[in-house]
C-alpha cells in the first residue's frame, strides 16, 4: 500500500502536467482508496490541519493533546483520534509540531488549484504574501517569480503589499479618528489570522477596539474580482492559517485556493521551471509601509509612519507594542485587560518574528527578516500617502478621496461577530 505522500507525489506529477480535476479525480479513484484522499481534491471540505494516521499515543495523552488546542479545534472521534474540527481550526499548526507520530499534518491545496488554471476556464491571478522575497532564493526577483508563475499559466502575479499599502492608510486614518486621549487604544486588525482569531474566540470583549478591516490578502483578492469579474485567485504565502481564513463565511469571495511557499517550491521542481533563470517581469508598485508587513512591528511601523503623514501635529501619536507568537499575544492581551499596558496600538502575530517565521516560510526567520528589510528600503514610496498606485487604484475602485475608506465600504471592511 503506497504512502499518503507518494499518492500525493504521484497526483501532484499528474496536475503539474495538465491533468484537470476530473483527470485527478479519476486517477484517486481508480487506484487508491478514495476517502483518506478526498482531501487532496477537496481541501475546503476539511480543516487546514489533516490527520492520515491513527494515533499511537495512551488514551490520556490523546484527551491531553485535544485540550492543549487553544481554539477548542482538536477532539476525539469515534476511534478515539484527535482530528481537527474544519469550523474550528484555524491553522496554527501548534498541533502538527506536538503530534508525536506525525500524523497530523499542514493541508495542501495544489491538486485543486493546479486544476483551476489548467482548465483555461478563467485567468487565474497568483497574489503573493509580502513575505517572499528571496524566499526561492536570493536570485528570485519578483520580476522572475511573476515569469515563473506566467510560464505555470497563471495570467500574472499581484504583490499583496499593494494591499497593505490601503489597509494602513485605513487603519492610520481609524487611529486619527478614534485615538483622543490617553486611555483610548486600537488592536490592528488587518494582517494575522491568528491573532485575530484570538480576539474573536477568547478574548471578545476586546473587538470594540478593533476597527472592521479585511486582511490585504482579502483585499487583494476582492480587487482583483471586482476589476475582471470573471477571474479566480490564489493566495500564496508562509502561513497555514491563511487557509483557513479564506474559507471564513464573510470573506470566501475574495480568495479560492491557498499555497504555502513550499507547495509552489514543489510545483516549480515538478514542473522544471528555474525561476532564477526567467526574465524580469517587473512592477514595483508597493511603498516600504506594505512590504515590511512581513515581519514584527511592520504593521505598527507602517501605521505610525503614515499617521505621521497624516496628521502631523498630532498631540497623541502611536505608541506601538508587539507581540510575537501566540503565548506573547496572550500575555500582551491579558496585560491589557489587566491594565497593564500603556500602548495604544497593539500588534499581535501569531507565529514567532511575524510572516516570515510561519510554519510553511523557506528561509530562516532572520534571514527572512533581514530581506524584508531591504526590499522595504528598496521602495520607491516610504508611504502609502506618497504611493500613486494606490490614489490611482483607489480611484479605479470608487474611493473619490483617502478618507473615504472609513466609509463602511463591503471591499474592504469587515464586521466581526
Not at 494591499?163 to 492608510?169: E, G, K, S, Y
Request: glycine letters at 6%.
Amino acid at each position: 500500500m503506497p504512502t499518503f505522500n507518494e499518492i500525493y507525489l504521484r497526483l501532484m506529477n499528474a496536475a503539474v502536467h495538465n491533468a484537470t480535476k476530473e483527470e485527478l479525480e479519476k486517477i484517486r479513484k481508480s487506484d487508491f482508496d478514495a476517502r483518506p484522499l478526498d482531501c487532496l481534491l477537496h481541501p475546503d471540505q476539511y480543516a487546514p490541519v489533516w490527520r492520515i494516521g491513527e494515533c499511537s499515543c495512551s488514551d490520556e495523552e490523546k484527551a491531553n493533546c485535544a485540550g492543549k488546542c487553544l481554539f477548542d479545534a482538536l477532539k476525539l472521534d469515534e476511534h478515539g483520534n484527535a482530528t481537527p474540527t474544519p469550523d474550528l481550526c484555524v491553522g496554527c499548526a501548534a498541533c502538527v509540531d506536538r503530534c508525536k507520530a506525525k500524523h497530523l499534518i499542514a493541508s495542501k491545496d495544489v491538486l485543486p488549484a493546479l486544476a483551476m488554471v489548467n482548465s483555461g476556464e478563467a485567468p487565474v491571478y497568483a497574489i503573493i504574501a509580502p513575505a517572499f522575497i528571496s524566499q526561492f532564493s536570493e536570485k528570485v526577483t519578483p520580476g522572475k517569480l511573476r515569469s515563473a508563475f506566467k510560464q505555470l499559466g497563471f495570467a500574472g502575479m499581484v504583490e499583496v503589499a499593494l494591499f497593505a499599502d490601503i489597509l494602513t492608510l485605513k487603519e492610520a486614518l481609524e487611529f486619527d479618528r478614534n485615538i483622543l486621549t490617553d486611555e483610548d487604544y486600537q488592536l490592528t486588525s488587518c494582517c494575522c489570522p491568528i491573532w485575530i482569531a484570538m480576539i474573536r474566540k477568547v478574548y471578545h470583549n476586546l473587538l470594540p477596539h478593533v476597527p472592521g478591516a479585511v486582511s490585504p490578502m482579502v483585499a487583494c483578492g476582492r480587487t482583483i474580482k471586482q476589476l475582471e469579474p470573471e477571474a479566480k485567485v490564489i493566495f500564496i504565502g508562509p502561513c497555514l492559517a491563511k487557509k483557513a481564513e479564506a474559507r471564513e463565511p464573510d470573506v470566501k469571495d475574495a480568495v479560492d485556493y491557498v499555497l504555502t511557499f513550499e507547495e509552489v517550491r514543489q510545483i516549480f521542481d515538478f514542473a522544471g521551471i528555474r525561476p532564477e533563470a526567467l526574465p524580469d517581469d517587473d512592477r514595483e508598485h508597493s511603498s516600504r509601509a506594505g512590504r515590511i508587513y512581513a515581519r514584527t512591528g511592520g504593521v505598527s511601523e507602517a501605521v505610525q509612519s503614515t499617521v505621521k503623514r497624516l496628521n502631523p501635529g498630532r498631540p497623541i501619536p502611536v505608541k506601538a507594542q508587539q507581540a510575537n507568537g501566540v503565548p506573547s499575544c496572550k500575555a500582551m492581551l491579558n496585560d491589557l485587560k489587566e491594565g497593564k499596558v500603556k500602548a495604544n496600538f497593539l500588534e499581535g502575530m501569531g507565529c514567532v518574528g511575524g510572516c516570515v517565521g510561519g510554519p510553511k516560510a523557506i528561509l530562516d526567520r532572520e534571514l527572512g527578516r533581514e530581506h524584508v528589510n531591504v526590499y522595504g528600503d528598496e521602495a520607491p514610496y516610504p508611504t502609502p500617502i506618497d504611493n500613486p498606485y494606490v490614489i490611482e487604484l483607489l480611484h479605479r475602485l470608487g474611493f473619490d478621496t483617502v478618507e473615504s475608506l472609513l466609509e463602511k465600504s463591503d471591499l474592504f471592511t469587515r464586521r466581526f461577530d
